[in-house]
């Protein structure tokens, strides 16, 4: 149980695209479902945090209109990065939190690669 | 706020020999501890951890970790490791007791050789 997907595992797209990224909590729902970048050999660095129904919670530093995050149902939240650049090629995980368990426990998604060229 | 340190970025050892993965936290309140491995190109996954109770707790993959309040540590212990726990391993506390995002260290690289 507590499976989490991302889409797509990996994209690559020209600079100036925008890219979809989702995130889906398979057999559970999830109320808060968490975004995260994370740079070659470096942690997780929170970038927003979704709740069901209402705005994401942004993170200083990281750009609302940028990152557009949506969290239309308790068991989707979607990631767009409007407008890439090459400095936007990252690994982007999701995480997502049940709205009954224990001990704060998130649940990872694989991660998508984006790579902007 | 919580902070939470990985003295040790990478950590060579050889096959089935012990090893330690340290780390410490800081916080002024009551935290719950994780620790998650990452295979590369993947995303986390939780090994093991501490809410409350026996200070001693076991997880996946023959991994146990040992919650030591007054040191304020939380260190990640396997007695013979495998060249399939080749991977990072992320630390990460949370406020005990509410809804809280987890603080993540930095990492440590486990790099095991035959």
């Known amino acids: 149980g507590a499976v989490v997907s991302q889409h797509p595992s990996w994209v690559i797209c020209k600079s100036g695209t925008s890219v979809k990224i989702e995130c889906r909590s398979l057999?559970?729902?999830?109320?808060?479902m968490f975004w995260y970048r994370q740079f070659p050999k470096q942690s997780l660095m929170l970038m927003a945090t979704?709740?069901?129904?209402?705005?994401?919670?942004?993170e200083q530093g990281v750009e609302k209109d940028k990152f557009l995050i949506n969290h239309a149902s308790l068991t989707l939240s979607t990631l767009t990065v409007t407008s890439a650049h090459p400095e936007d090629s990252s690994f982007y995980i999701c995480?997502?939190?049940?709205?009954?368990?224990?001990?704060?426990?998130?649940?990872f998604g694989p991660g998508t690669r984006l790579t902007v060229l | 706020a919580q902070s939470v340190t990985q003295l040790d970025s990478q950590v060579p050892v050889f096959e089935e020999a012990p090893v330690e993965l340290r780390c410490n936290y800081s916080?002024?309140?009551?935290?719950?501890l994780f620790w998650y491995v990452q295979y590369p190109n993947q995303g986390l996954q939780l090994l093991l951890k501490?809410?409350?109770?026996?200070?001693l707790v076991k997880g996946i993959n023959g991994f146990e970790a040992e919650f030591n309040k007054s040191q304020t540590s939380f260190h990640l212990r396997k007695p013979s490791v495998h060249i399939s726990d080749t991977a990072e391993y992320f630390c990460?506390?949370?406020?005990?007791?509410?809804?809280?995002?987890?603080?993540f260290g930095r990492g440590t690289s486990l790099i095991v050789h035959p």
């Open positions: 995480s997502a939190r049940a709205s009954s368990g224990s001990g704060n426990e998130q649940f």
């Open positions: 057999d559970f729902q999830a109320t808060t």
């Open positions: 979704s709740n069901e129904g209402s705005k994401a919670t942004y």
């Open positions: 916080s002024s309140v009551s935290v719950y």
């Open positions: 501490y809410l409350s109770g026996s200070t």
């Open positions: 990460a506390v949370t406020k005990g007791g509410g809804s809280y995002i987890p603080t």
